[in-house]
C-alpha cells in the first residue's frame, strides 16, 4: 500500500462481533508488512492488544504508538501528540496507520495520514463520536481548536464484542452526540432559510433517520445491550457518512457543537481535564432548544428580535416544532445513562453565559444562535 494517494474511497465496513480479526486479515489482504498501530493505554488495553497479536499471527510487522496524555492527565489532539505520531511514520516503509480507538485517537490518526500520504484504518473502541469516517480533523493549536483537512479511513472494522464493553459514560456521549442533530438540523434549514447556505435534503433525510433510531431504541442504548450499542454505532456512522457526501458538517454541528467547542477551549485554558465531547454536546442542545423555544414561542430573546425570525418566524416555528423541548432532551440523556444537565457537567453560569454570548463566532454559520446575538 505504499505511495497511495491521500484521497480513499471506504473500502469496506464491518460492524459485527469479532471484527478485529478481519482488520488483521484485511491488511495482509492488502499486501501491508509494515504498519503503525496507534492508541493510548485505555484503548490499548480494549482493543489494541488483540489487534497487535492478530497482526503478528498474520505475519504483518507492528510498531505500536501509544500516545501521552497531556499535563491535564487527557490524550489531546494538539501538537504534541501530532508531533508524537509523525515522527513513528517513515515515508519509505509505513504501509498504514491504524487508529485503536474513539474520537481523539482517530483525530490524530486521520491528520497525520492526510500530511503523509499513508491510508489508515479504524478500529473503534466506543460508540462515541460520529467522526469516525470525517474527513476533517479537529485538532488544539496553540490552544485553539480549529478543523483542519484529513483523510477518511479506507476501512472501518467495529467490534460488537468491544464496543459494548465501552464505558457507560461513553456510550451516553455518542448517544448526546446523536441528539445534538435535533438543534444541528434545525440550524441547517435556518441558515439555508436566511443566508444561502448550501442545503441538501438527502443528506438530511439520511442524518434525521440515524438520529430517530437512536431515539427509539434510547432504553437498549442505556442498558447498553448488543442490539442497541449496534443501533448506536450504525447511527454515528450514518451520521458521519453523510457528512462526508455533503462535504461539510452542517447536518450534525449546529449552534449546539459551537457551545461545546466554546466550553472545550475554556477547559484547555484553565488546564482543567476534558469533557466528553457527546456528553457536552447533549447538554448543549437541551439549552439551545431551551434557547430557540423561548425567542420563537414566548418572544423571550438575549437583545431583541431579529429581523429574520420576524420575516421566518412562521417558518421557524413549524421547523421548532421538530425540535423535542428542553426537559424531554434532559430526560432522553439521563435514560442513555449520561449528564443532562451544566451542573453535572461542571460548566459554571459565568462560562455559559459567556458562551452563549460568544460561541456563535467561533464558527462562519448562520444559525440562530448568531441571529439572536446579532440582533
Known amino acids: 500500500m505504499n505511495n497511495v494517494p491521500v484521497e480513499y474511497a471506504l473500502d469496506q465496513m464491518v460492524l459485527e462481533k469479532g471484527a478485529i480479526k478481519q482488520a488483521a486479515a484485511y491488511l495482509k489482504e492488502k499486501g501491508c508488512q509494515n504498519v503503525i498501530l496507534t492508541a493510548d493505554g485505555n484503548t490499548y488495553e480494549a482493543a489494541g492488544k488483540e489487534l497487535e497479536r492478530e497482526l503478528k499471527a498474520a505475519g504483518v510487522g ?24 509523525l515522527l513513528e511514520v ?11 480507538g474513539s474520537g ?17 484504518v479504524s478500529v473503534p473502541t466506543a460508540p462515541s463520536v460520529d467522526g469516525f469516517t470525517s474527513k476533517g480533523a479537529p485538532l488544539i493549536v496553540r490552544g485553539v481548536k480549529k478543523t483542519f483537512p484529513a483523510t477518511g479511513p479506507v476501512a472501518i472494522f467495529a467490534d460488537l464484542d468491544v464496543l459494548t464493553k465501552a464505558p457507560q459514560q461513553l456510550v451516553a456521549a455518542g448517544f448526546g452526540d446523536m441528539l445534538g442533530k435535533y438543534t444541528s438540523l434545525f440550524d441547517w ?40 450499542i449496534r443501533i448506536l454505532m450504525t447511527s454515528l ?23 461545546s467547542h466554546f466550553w472545550e477551549m475554556e477547559y484547555l485554558r484553565r488546564g482543567s481535564r476534558a469533557l466528553l465531547h457527546g456528553a457536552k454536546v447533549g447538554v448543549a442542545c437541551a439549552e439551545i432548544s431551551r434557547l430557540y423555544h423561548n425567542a420563537a414561542f414566548r418572544g423571550v430573546y438575549p437583545r431583541q428580535e431579529p429581523d429574520m425570525l420576524r420575516k421566518h418566524g412562521a417558518q421557524v416555528r413549524e421547523w421548532l416544532g421538530a425540535v423535542p423541548a ?20 461542571g460548566i459554571d453560569d459565568g462560562l455559559f453565559a459567556e458562551s452563549l454570548r460568544e460561541a456563535h463566532l467561533l464558527r462562519d454559520r448562520h444559525t440562530l444562535l448568531r441571529a439572536l446575538n446579532e440582533a
Open 62 to 85: 507492528i510498531r505500536l504508538c501509544l500516545i501521552e496524555p497531556g499535563p491535564s492527565g487527557d490524550v489531546v489532539a494538539d501538537e504534541p501528540s501530532l508531533l508524537q505520531l
Open 90 to 100: 517513515n515515508p519509505e516503509t509505513t504501509d498504514a496507520v491504524i487508529a485503536a
Open 104 to 120: 481523539t485517537i482517530h483525530d490524530i490518526v486521520r491528520f497525520v495520514c492526510y500530511k503523509t500520504g499513508k491510508p489508515f
Open 189 to 228: 434549514k435556518f441558515s439555508h432559510l436566511t443566508a444561502a447556505e448550501p442545503y441538501d435534503q438527502e443528506v438530511a433525510d439520511m442524518t434525521e433517520k440515524a438520529l430517530n433510531a437512536c431515539v427509539e431504541h434510547v432504553d437498549e442504548i442505556g442498558n447498553r445491550t448488543e442490539e442497541g
Open 237 to 259: 456512522i450514518e451520521s458521519g457518512i453523510a457528512m462526508l457526501k455533503f462535504g461539510q458538517s452542517h447536518p450534525a454541528s449546529g449552534a449546539e457543537h459551537h457551545l
Open 326 to 345: 428542553e426537559a424531554e432532551i434532559r430526560s432522553l440523556l439521563q435514560r442513555a445513562g449520561g449528564p443532562s444537565s451544566l451542573q453535572e457537567l
